[in-house]
């Protein structure tokens, strides 16, 4: 953006903008022919394109072309190798969970299409979708609050889904079919996807994925009990009416029916037959005219889910045949406007004013009971949010380059109220934040933020009532009485808060080793400070110490959630990529770290110094790709318990894609990898198991146009 004009400032703005539709929505073009080498475009982290290096914070995009060479099964695989993110939980596709800078659960935003997944639990996954309606991928790390409200503390995760008028010319229409599987959980899956453009204005897309797996083959030589069966389906249409109206209604579907220990993140033996159903309805209206001032976006939505657990045993709090249900419905919309104009002839800038809301009911039940940990409750969230992106060139008259600032501001009302509880929580919050990103030459960006951001207090930890873990007679030794653990409510919590300071610095060049490759590095660290974190307590007393086990009840314990009043987390992280014709690298390294300031014991969810490495040959000349992966952590010892620790490892990993472009076989695609090559035995931090061992991977894809 250095030294631009006006007319080159606002040119480059619609050709960002354009290549984050593209990017965002559209097919991607395999990595391997010869395309011209382009920055990503972020549309999560602004609203509005901007390329994730100009951005005064760090935002991952991750394209179509990157999922397909991970053939990703799970959210986990899509997401491994990003700074700053881990997912914890365990290998089971059912308990995986991601953190971001040490927030996890709530703490991070998780968006399909703009639509909010707000179902949280705590032993099992955080959304649910199958890899292969996933287009594009998109990691803001930091605070978001100022943008999209509570539980952007860690910050946001959005997948997206493609657009038939932007992946297709008119009159064209293109069918997908896919076979793949792989070794470590004997998986197969199949897809078929169908997407036409018939008319100008009018497009149509389908897709239909199976897919089943057993039980998970771990480094260690044991096996995880495990047994999914899935059936996703989507559906979208697009229609552009012309004069800037855009309509758009989608229709995403995830069932999975899983065999395996009522909570899906440990080694229980309590098995349960579980039905997973995700459903996310969405309608949505854009106006863009051909007026600066007016670039309209608006979505409503409907998100369904609903966890239905069948006990097949004695083995658990309840008897076998016993039914557990927990459904969360979410009602929302969300609207905003961008007007871009110049304030002088060096200043132009970009305002983003918009709304949102929400609202969620959850029920929960055992038996037709009540279900411990899942009352029946409900939440409102309504807040409205102003935005503006100002690019300065020559700031002051006399700087050289250019100066990018990001200030915003967002109100959130919110409330939650149960039935079951009889009692109300409501507050309200203010989101403001300031970002700015200098470039006093084209090849260097300073950048820095300080955000304030909020987390209301979940249904669960407010209102949850009933057993939560039992010790039934002789579980602590011949003669032992049965104790019982019971959550406590805590309608009176309030919601965490945090202040984020973050300074960085980014370098990109062109043409570096030769014309047409493109180097780019950005590193940042910050400091959070936080208050009333909200913290699960378990309080349960040592038997034969502090309590009789022999008598009954003696040793009963609790579960409540309590607001911890000072707490602190701090980190680094660094990306850097070099791609040209023939090779391109990825690394990554993150370490992330926190306490409670009054005691001193570790808080969050904390992550050992990690790196990663994504190195590949690209060979234009047979259509086909090498690469080989690496995913490094050092010892994990920032615990407040011995049993937390981890060792360290190194993964490695190899893939293969190869596409015929002409002849009897254009269309064709083949992929093929290894994971964890070595059968590395590790477990991630947070994991009560080892993770996935050596796992050869393969699919193959026919697409034909016409």
Not at 294 to 309: C, G, N, P, T
Request: with cysteine; proline share 5%; hydrophobic share 35%.
């Amino acid at each position: 953006m250095s030294g631009s004009s006006p007319a080159e400032f606002l040119k480059k703005l619609a050709t960002s903008t354009a290549l984050c539709s593209v990017a965002a929505m559209g097919l991607a073009a395999p990595a391997m022919a010869e395309d011209a080498i382009t920055a990503p475009i972020t549309v999560t982290a602004t609203g509005s394109g901007i390329t994730a290096y100009e951005y005064p914070g760090m935002v991952t995009v991750i394209d179509k072309d990157e999922i397909d060479l991970k053939q990703a099964s799970t959210p986990d695989d899509i997401l491994r190798d990003v700074p700053g993110v881990m997912f914890t939980g365990g290998p089971r596709r059912t308990g995986e969970v991601p953190s971001i800078r040490g927030f996890s659960g709530p703490d991070v935003v998780i968006l399909i299409d703009g639509v909010r997944q707000n179902f949280s639990s705590g032993h099992d996954g955080r959304f649910f979708i199958d890899p292969s309606v996933v287009n594009s991928a998109e990691v803001l790390r930091g605070p978001s609050s100022s943008l999209y409200g509570s539980g952007g503390m860690g910050g946001v995760i959005e997948f997206r889904t493609i657009d038939p008028l932007k992946a297709l010319a008119a009159g064209e229409t293109q069918t997908s079919f896919g076979l793949g599987g792989q070794t470590a959980n004997r998986e197969y899956h199949a897809t078929a996807t169908a997407m036409s453009r018939p008319l100008d204005g009018l497009g149509i897309v389908g897709s239909l994925t199976k897919r089943e797996s057993g039980s998970i083959e771990l480094g260690s030589g044991s096996e995880l009990e495990s047994d999914d069966d899935i059936l996703s389906g989507f559906l979208k249409g697009s229609y552009d009416a012309g004069g800037g109206h855009k309509f758009t209604a989608s229709f995403l579907r995830f069932d999975n029916d899983a065999i395996e220990p009522n909570n899906g993140q440990a080694n229980g033996n309590d098995y349960a037959d579980k039905n997973l159903v995700s459903e996310t309805y969405r309608l949505g209206y854009d106006f863009n005219p051909a007026s600066a001032w007016v670039d309209l976006k608006s979505i409503a939505y409907y998100q369904s889910f609903k966890a239905d657990e069948l006990r097949l045993d004695n083995n658990g709090v309840g008897p076998a045949g016993e039914l557990l249900k927990r459904d969360v419905d979410t009602y929302g919309f969300r609207v905003d406007n961008r007007s871009r104009f110049s304030l002088t002839e060096d200043i132009f800038t970009t305002l983003t004013i918009g709304a949102e809301g929400y609202h969620d009911e959850q029920e929960g039940a055992a038996g037709g009971g009540v279900r411990g940990g899942v009352p029946d409750a409900e939440d409102s969230f309504i807040g409205g949010f102003a935005q503006a992106e100002i690019n300065w060139t020559r700031p002051f008259g006399f700087l050289p380059g250019d100066l990018y600032v990001v200030p915003g501001l967002r109100y959130d009302r919110f409330e939650s109220e149960s039935s079951q509880a009889g009692v109300d929580n409501q507050d309200s919050a203010w989101s403001p934040r300031m970002g700015g990103s200098y470039m006093p030459v084209e090849w260097l960006n300073l950048f820095g933020s300080y955000s304030e951001a909020f987390r209301a207090p979940t249904m669960d930890e407010l209102y949850s009532t009933g057993v939560h873990f039992t010790f039934a007679p002789g579980d602590l030794g011949p003669g032992t009485a049965g104790h019982t653990n019971r959550f406590t409510p805590n309608p009176n919590l309030k919601a965490q808060k945090t202040d984020t300071f973050e300074f960085g610095a980014g370098v990109t060049f062109d043409d570096v080793l030769e014309e047409n490759d493109r180097l780019e590095i950005k590193a940042s660290r910050y400091y959070t400070d936080g208050e009333n974190f909200i913290d699960l307590q378990v309080n349960q007393p040592a038997p034969y110490a502090a309590c009789s086990p022999f008598v009954p009840g003696a040793c009963d314990g609790t579960t409540t959630s309590v607001n911890i009043a000072d707490a602190e987390l701090d980190g680094v992280e660094a990306e850097a990529h070099y791609e040209n014709d023939r090779i391109r690298v990825k690394v990554g390294f993150s370490n992330v770290d926190g306490k409670n300031k009054a005691t001193g014991e570790k808080l969050g969810v904390l992550t050992p110094a990690m790196g990663t490495l994504d190195a590949a040959i690209k060979l234009p000349e047979t259509h086909s790709i090498i690469g080989w992966r690496v995913i490094a952590a050092d010892e994990f010892d920032k615990v407040n318990s011995v049993a937390d620790e981890r060792d360290g490892y190194v993964v490695h990993g190899v893939y293969f894609a190869w596409t015929a472009s002409e002849g009897p076989l254009s269309g064709l695609r083949l992929d093929l990898g290894i994971d964890n090559i070595f059968d590395k035995a590790y477990a991630r931090a947070y994991a009560s198991s080892y993770e996935t061992g050596r796992n050869f991977k393969g699919g193959i894809r026919y697409t034909v146009n016409w």
